[in-house]
């Protein structure tokens, strides 16, 4: 008996003892999963975001430095990609295609958001900003950012075609700025009988996007256009159009502008204009600095308008610029919207102003006291951003813009009869957008 009460206080004992062990062991194992969660979630969270490589740069100036600085728990990893933005679209694309997309912000150029959010690639907007909020921001920039009436990106620079002119040629001719079409080309003329210059005016004819950018100020001066997005309507056979493809083929046909213009791009035309061989130049805000710079022969010398128009219409200028969205695959939105909030922020995007040279897209910056210091022209530049026309917000644009890529510049090189390209051209995007004639 006395063996048996011996035997069972032994089994008691070792069963208290398993089971102190036993919950020491599980205690160890809570802390240690405990300890690898909390490890986890102090990691920060890494935003991916490709961009072109001359891009990168402006913002890894601070930019980056100073938003990871403010948000501790968030890293962001530029990607470089090509030069060309073209190509930065196709492997956008390509990655959203295939599925896992590595990104979570996107840097979009304008033209890129109707596509990208009709595809369903993008995170809409709307309820992370107040309308007060985005009224601080152009309202050509803002409207550049959204498809079928939803916000998509915000924008974080600006950009607009801008008409750049010899003001010392035209004021020692006792002329004034041209506000038509018909007044470029007298202006230009006049001055190549005064022997002032070889050429007057110089446009990006080459067949690519620039060429359609061009264009679409040209149209919009005539009264004219493109795709109406709202209708899908076609205005490409219009006579409008036909009076902006005469208006440009004149410029050659007459002398203002070179022979080999349709095959230029904007480099080209910018070279020329600033060898002071020319009086015009249609072209981007990118150009001023470089026409400014102390090695430029018509530094001082150049004025900067919106384009021209024809009589009872108003000029336009094509807008360009960037912003930025959230991948709907991105398992970061939250982490993405703060990103976009800071580097669109007034303060960011002063910065990155004044260290890049960057057109704003809030309002304010046009005529914030240091950046005109830098930049006098930019209360300019604001008349002719508010003067912006947007390529067609279609889903289809890319090929929509190929279409007139190749019938316009068949036109304008002579290798096609205007009137039948343009017949071919609006009957064409029709059949893409499956819209009849009106």
């Known amino acids: 008996m006395l063996y048996q009460q011996s035997i069972s206080k032994l089994q008691t004992f070792i069963q208290k003892q398993s089971l102190v062990h036993i919950g020491a062991f599980l205690t160890t194992l809570l802390s240690i999963i405990l300890c690898s969660w909390l490890a986890i979630a102090q990691q920060p969270v890494t935003l991916n975001m490709l961009i072109t490589a001359p891009d990168a740069q402006p913002w890894r100036q601070g930019l980056i430095r100073d938003f990871e600085a403010d948000n501790p728990g968030i890293r962001l990893n530029l990607v470089e990609g090509p030069n060309a933005t073209n190509l930065l679209e196709d492997l956008y694309t390509?990655?959203?295609?295939?599925?896992?997309?590595?990104?979570?912000?996107?840097?979009?150029?304008?033209?890129?958001?109707s596509k990208f959010a009709a595809a369903g690639w993008l995170l809409p907007l709307d309820d992370r900003i107040s309308q007060q909020e985005l009224a601080a921001f152009s309202p050509k920039d803002v409207e550049g950012g959204k498809y079928q009436d939803k916000l998509y990106r915000i924008p974080m620079r600006s950009d607009a075609g801008v008409l750049y002119y010899r003001e010392d040629l035209i004021k020692q001719a006792g002329l004034k700025p041209p506000q038509t079409f018909d007044d470029l080309m007298r202006i230009s003329q006049t001055l190549q009988k005064k022997d002032k210059i070889n050429w007057g005016y110089v446009w990006q004819g080459r067949q690519y996007e620039g060429l359609v950018a061009m264009f679409a100020e040209v149209l919009d001066g005539f009264g004219g256009f493109w795709v109406k997005p709202d209708t899908l309507e076609v205005g490409l056979d219009r006579p409008e159009t036909l009076k902006a493809i005469e208006f440009l083929r004149n410029t050659v046909s007459q002398g203002v502008s070179p022979p080999g213009v349709t095959t230029y791009q904007e480099e080209d035309t910018r070279r020329l204009f600033q060898s002071g061989q020319v009086a015009f130049l249609r072209s981007w805000p990118y150009a001023w600095p470089l026409a400014q710079a102390e090695n430029s022969p018509i530094r001082g010398k150049v004025g900067i308008q919106p384009m021209v128009h024809a009589p009872g219409y108003t000029g336009a200028a094509c807008l360009g610029g960037w912003g930025l969205g959230i991948a709907k695959s991105s398992r970061h939105p939250e982490e993405a919207w703060k990103a976009i909030?800071?580097?669109?922020?007034?303060e960011a995007q002063r910065r990155f102003i004044l260290s890049a040279g960057y057109v704003p897209s809030r309002r304010e910056l046009f005529t914030d006291p240091e950046i005109v210091a830098k930049y006098p022209h930019y209360p300019h530049l604001l008349e002719v951003v508010d003067n912006a026309v947007l390529r067609p917000p279609i889903a289809q644009y890319a090929q929509t813009s190929d279409i007139l890529q190749r019938y316009l510049s068949a036109a304008l090189s002579g290798r096609m009869n205007p009137e039948q390209a343009m017949q071919?051209?609006?009957?064409?995007?029709?059949?893409?957008l499956g819209t009849k004639k009106v």
């Not at 959203?96 to 840097?107: A, K, Q, R, T, V």
């Not at 909030?341 to 007034?346: A, E, G, H």
């Open 341 to 346: 909030q800071y580097f669109t922020s007034r």
């Open 94 to 113: 390509s990655s959203f295609i295939l599925g896992e997309s590595p990104y979570d912000l996107i840097n979009m150029d304008v033209i890129w958001t």
């Open 424 to 432: 071919a051209a609006a009957a064409e995007t029709r059949r893409l």
